[in-house]
């Protein structure tokens, strides 16, 4: 499913969510633990798992990124920055695993918005596959028909605010 992507009074904000038959314990180690971490997102680290913490992205020319954590709550609760904007995993339990909402507060819509949506559907599901014991195949492939309905999807929101004003 899309994620849902609302206007708000600072910018939009993208909401994904998903029921995951793993307990909170398991799902955030893949969102924590750095061995776990490089199988749905090589580009990231952490390097202090802590609020006011840092997670590393490696920009792929021996420089990186410095994306500081905001907020913490152990099995709970990871926000941090992601260049302008903010990225937040919530997990709870539920009686058969724990439900993960990803948020992504996005100050704008730019050309690249509709790749990290697309970016971070794929993430999700990969994250799923590892967890159920699979493996995704092309995640190039996958994330071009996501990338293409993203692209629809804010293309609809900016024609909505162009007819609302």
Known sequence: MLASIDRTEHGYFARFERR???????????????????????????EELREGGTILFDMGDGTF???????????SLLEYTW??????FELSPEPDGCFLVFQEELTKITDHTAKDLAGW???????EALL????MESRFEVWKTWHEKYVQ?????????????
Not at 65 to 75: G, V
Request: charged share 30%; net charge negative.
């Open 121 to 127: 559907h794929v993430c999700l599901d990969v994250i």
């Open 20 to 46: 995951l038959k793993h307990s909170v314990e398991e799902v955030w180690s893949y969102l924590t633990d750095n061995e776990k971490l490089k199988q749905w997102f090589p580009e990231l680290r952490v």
């Open 83 to 88: 260049a302008d904007d903010l990225v937040r």
């Open 153 to 165: 999807a804010l293309s609809d929101i900016k024609n909505s605010a162009t007819d609302a004003s």
């Open 132 to 135: 159920d014991g699979r493996t």
């Open 65 to 75: 990124e410095k994306m500081n954590i905001t907020r913490l709550q152990i099995h």
